[in-house]
């Protein structure tokens, strides 16, 4: 009798082992290897995906920004499949023709995009993106400690908040609020332009207590800066752990952004991408990130899944008249070393 029990065990050790070295999805027949921003994604989203489809093997990577971003992708033995890059980021892509060509047919959840968000400047016919997020540029302040409206980019060179101010640690995004301050696009090429900008951050480095990025929510929250400049998404957030927290987009204008997801053209598991664009586009999905990120969704059908606390929001759901006077960024080629030495020049003061 111990013999029989003992062939039993050893069999059921057997089979404990050959499960175990399998890796544990022995269901999936595809790859699927992801590059997305840090914290950008629900991680219950990942998971319901990976139940859902256990046909698929995700392989989920961060990147730190769009730079990192276009190394990985331009590298000779790129693994990855889908992407989510910035607007003008995939005006650059376009240019290296580093992606895939999207077939909406393919993608049963299309409809659900909002039309105002379809046809961007960076992808006018949609043919190589697919919209995933968006929002504003602006100041994240304590209410506590500015005690006038906040309506201009000119209060980040306001002396008596000297020290208390933050700036984003982003070439591009610095240099927009300087440049909005002159009166000038975002996007503009005039070297005497964007040497004025550069003077005016030069004057006001003194007033910053330090340049940052994700750490600026965390800092405000806190209570440790009077403003910061930064996304709508970290400021809505950030002002629901700190009810002394406001945000406002400056009458001058600002950046209004757009994250997209991609296909690389070297993607060796095309199937599998487009399914898990299908399944970010279902109104679900969609809503379920939207809550977590508190960005801005372009899918108009998640609306009636989204928290009513974000939807009443005028961070989250910006009125026309903000968008209005906000600007996307463009692709600038090589006029773009133009803001990188000027911003090198700027850091090194």
């Known amino acids: 009798m111990k013999r029989i029990v003992s062939f039993v065990l050893l069999a059921?050790?057997?089979?404990?082992?050959?499960?175990?070295?399998?890796?544990?999805?022995?269901?999936?027949?595809?790859?699927?290897?992801?590059?997305?921003w840090g914290d950008y994604?629900?991680?219950?989203?990942?998971?319901?995906?990976?139940?859902?489809?256990?046909?698929?093997?995700?392989?989920?990577?961060?990147?730190?920004?769009?730079e990192e971003m276009l190394i990985q992708l331009q590298s000779e033995d790129c693994i990855y499949d889908v992407c989510f890059p910035s607007d003008y980021t995939i005006s650059k892509l376009i240019n290296l023709d580093?992606?895939?060509?999207?077939?909406t047919s393919k993608l049963s959840n299309y409809e659900n995009i909002d039309e105002r968000f379809l046809n961007q400047p960076f992808d006018p016919d949609n043919t190589y993106s697919v919209p995933y997020a968006w929002g504003t540029v602006g100041i994240l302040y304590n209410t506590t400690m500015v005690d006038e409206p906040v309506t201009s980019w000119d209060i980040l060179w306001d002396e008596k908040y000297a020290g208390q101010i933050y700036m984003y640690d982003s070439v591009r995004d610095s240099m927009m609020v300087a440049l909005e301050l002159l009166g000038y696009s975002m996007n503009t090429t005039d070297p005497d332009e964007i040497a004025e900008a550069e003077a005016?951050?030069?004057?006001?480095?003194?007033?910053?207590?330090?340049?940052?990025?994700?750490?600026?929510?965390?800092?405000?929250?806190?209570g440790s800066g009077a403003m910061a400049v930064t996304y709508s998404g970290d400021a809505i957030y950030a002002i629901m752990e700190n009810p002394d927290l406001a945000y406002a987009?400056?009458?001058?204008?600002?950046n209004i952004w757009f994250d997209n997801v991609i296909i690389t053209k070297s993607s060796q598991n095309v199937e599998a991408a487009y399914i898990f664009l299908d399944y970010l586009l279902d109104a679900e999905v969609a809503a379920a990130n939207a809550n977590y990120l508190c960005y801005s969704t372009p899918n108009a059908a998640?609306?009636?899944?989204?928290?009513?606390?974000?939807?009443?929001?005028?961070?989250?759901?910006?009125?026309?008249?903000?968008?209005?006077?906000?600007?996307?960024?463009?692709?600038?080629?090589?006029?773009?070393?133009?803001?990188?030495?000027?911003?090198?020049?700027?850091?090194?003061?």
């Open 249 to 254: 987009v400056p009458e001058e204008g600002s």
């Open 12 to 36: 059921a050790m057997i089979c404990l082992a050959m499960a175990g070295c399998s890796g544990g999805n022995s269901e999936a027949t595809m790859q699927l290897y992801v590059l997305n």
């Open 302 to 349: 998640a609306e009636e899944f989204i928290d009513p606390e974000l939807l009443a929001s005028d961070v989250f759901n910006v009125p026309q008249d903000v968008i209005d006077r906000c600007e996307g960024f463009i692709d600038l080629e090589e006029d773009e070393q133009l803001y990188h030495s000027a911003w090198t020049r700027i850091k090194a003061q």
């Open 200 to 222: 005016l951050l030069v004057e006001q480095k003194p007033l910053v207590q330090a340049y940052g990025t994700d750490d600026l929510r965390d800092r405000m929250i806190a």
């Open 98 to 103: 580093l992606l895939a060509e999207i077939d």
């Open 41 to 66: 994604i629900d991680e219950e989203v990942l998971e319901n995906f990976r139940t859902e489809h256990p046909e698929i093997d995700l392989h989920y990577t961060t990147m730190t920004s769009n």
